[in-house]
T-cell receptor, first 113, second 115 residues
Framework: SQKIEQNSEALNIQEGKTATLTCNYTNYSPAYLQWYRQDPGRGPVFLLLIRENEKEKRKERLKVTFDTTLKQSLFHITASQPADSATYLCALVSSGGYNKLIFGAGTRLAVHP | EAGVTQFPSHSVIEKGQTVTLRCDPISGHDNLYWYRRVMGKEIKFLLHFVKESKQDESGMPNNRFLAERTGGTYSTLKVQPAELEDSGVYFC?????????????FGPGTRLTVT
């Protein structure tokens, strides 16, 4: 069956450290993979997109990697800050379903001062 | 520029009643999406409009749900009659262009509680 898995446990890290979040998928062939941030009571906010033929994408303190062999994406936040505390969602765009986003359940990140 | 807006922010109705959710996308965005998150689960796709046409409604759970986008501007999602399992947060999103290579802009969601 098709699955997208993100760490269900909250990730707690110290301010200034690098946070690494994982998104694994099975039985999908994503053309694109997107990462969103969601704060309580709000809708998801787009952060980064990576294509299937790209290995890595960066934006300021954010970095995303995409390994189609391992069927995994890693999302890194360097020099983390308490303001980075939120739930982070990965979303696939399957090559068969070109427009809709298929979300993972999200990982809650807590950055402590 | 105003973002995606949704109304109401919260709705509490009894089983069997009707509720209509509204979404106003970002001006100029032809693509409008509805998603929902039920308790403890991931956000799931419901349907996609391009202007006033339904491009993909594969995620609509059953015929109690009716989405419209008359005139290609705002959209409504009606649930009639509502069941307990319809409780959750309904998100609307819009994008200027279709396809997974473009970000979607999400509204704050409507929290629906069916009692």
């Amino acid at each position: 069956s098709q699955k997208i898995e993100q760490n269900s446990e909250a990730l707690n890290i110290q301010e200034g450290k690098t946070a690494t979040l994982t998104c694994n998928y099975t039985n999908y062939s994503p053309a694109y993979l997107q990462w969103y941030r969601q704060d309580p009571g709000r809708g998801p906010v787009f952060l980064l997109l990576i294509r299937e033929n790209e290995k890595e994408k960066r934006k300021e303190r954010l970095k995303v990697t995409f390994d189609t062999t391992l069927k995994q994406s890693l999302f890194h936040i360097t020099a983390s800050q308490p303001a980075d505390s939120a739930t982070y969602l990965c979303a696939l765009v399957s090559s068969g379903g070109y427009n809709k986003l298929i979300f993972g359940a999200g990982t809650r990140l807590a950055v402590h001062p | 520029e105003a973002g995606v807006t949704q109304f109401p922010s919260h709705s509490v109705i009894e089983k069997g009643q009707t509720v209509t959710l509204r979404c106003d996308p970002i001006s100029g965005h032809d693509n409008l999406y509805w998603y929902r998150r039920v308790m403890g689960k991931e956000i799931k796709f419901l349907l996609h409009f391009v202007k006033e046409s339904k491009q993909d409604e594969s995620g609509m759970p059953n015929n109690r749900f009716l989405a419209e986008r008359t005139g290609g501007t705002y959209s409504t999602l009606k649930v009639q009659p509502a069941e307990l399992e319809d409780s959750g947060v309904y998100f609307c999103a819009s994008s200027q262009l279709p396809g997974g290579s473009y970000e979607q802009y999400f509204g704050p969601g409507t929290r629906l509680t069916v009692t």
